[in-house]
T-cell receptor, first 113, second 115 residues
């Protein structure tokens, strides 16, 4: 079974500092995609960043970057220069095909002013 | 471009009743999927529709069903509601066909409370 594990239920960071959220996954597939989504209190899931497993280069999106270690099945998210608006629940997710995502349990990120 | 629209935002139903939730995808998106979010089970995949056909189904009982219309709008139905069906139901659309791993665009969800 495919599983996604986020070992940090809660994290906090000072505004303007850097924080890293952890994610590991388990799969026997060689071709897959990984995502980080954030869910603010508005409830809408918002895509933060996407990584294709066949690409060795780590994805980046402005202040957000990932550390993708395929052999270790690890996919951590680094948020640089944290802003108050980054406060949200962050979900790591995995998919092999279609829209059937497997999500982790989530990490609640608090940004302190 | 308008985002994914889910209606209603909130719903309160009684055990044994049935409920229908609606989802309008982003214009041009033909794939719609549904997820259930609860504090205990987290986010779980319900089903996915593409061009009016169910492509994939999660591990939910037959009380959970869905359909997709020719304009890509989708509905999900839950019959004989149970207390455990109380959850946030999220709909997502994507720009498939053919592009696996396409990011999903989510709506704001429907909060269903069963009493």
């Amino acid at each position: 079974a495919q599983t996604v594990t986020q070992s940090q239920p809660e994290m906090s960071v000072q505004e303007a500092e850097t924080v890293t959220l952890s994610c590991t996954y388990d799969t026997s597939e060689s071709d897959y995609y990984l995502f980080w989504y954030k869910q603010p209190p508005s409830r809408q899931m918002i895509l933060v960043i996407r990584q294709e497993a066949y690409k060795q280069q780590n994805a980046t999106e402005n202040r957000f970057s990932v550390n993708f270690q395929k052999a270790a099945k690890s996919f951590s998210l680094k948020i640089s220069d944290s802003q108050l608006g980054d406060a949200a629940m962050y979900f790591c997710a995995y998919v092999t095909s279609g829209s059937r995502l497997t999500f982790g349990e989530g990490t609640q990120l608090t940004v302190n002013p | 471009k308008a985002g994914v629209t889910q209606t209603p935002r909130y719903l309160i139903k009684t055990r044994g009743q049935q409920v229908t939730l609606s989802c309008s995808p982003i214009s041009g998106h033909r794939s719609v999927s549904w997820y259930q979010q609860t504090p205990g089970q987290g986010l779980q995949f319900l089903f996915e529709y593409f061009s009016e056909t169910q492509r994939n189904k999660g591990n939910f009982p037959g009380r959970f069903s869905g359909r997709q219309f020719s304009n890509s709008r989708s509905e999900m139905n839950v019959s004989t509601l149970e207390l455990g069906d109380s959850a946030l139901y999220l709909c997502a659309s994507s720009s498939v066909p053919g592009r696996e791993g396409a990011p999903l665009h989510f709506g704001n969800g429907t909060r269903l409370t069963v009493t």
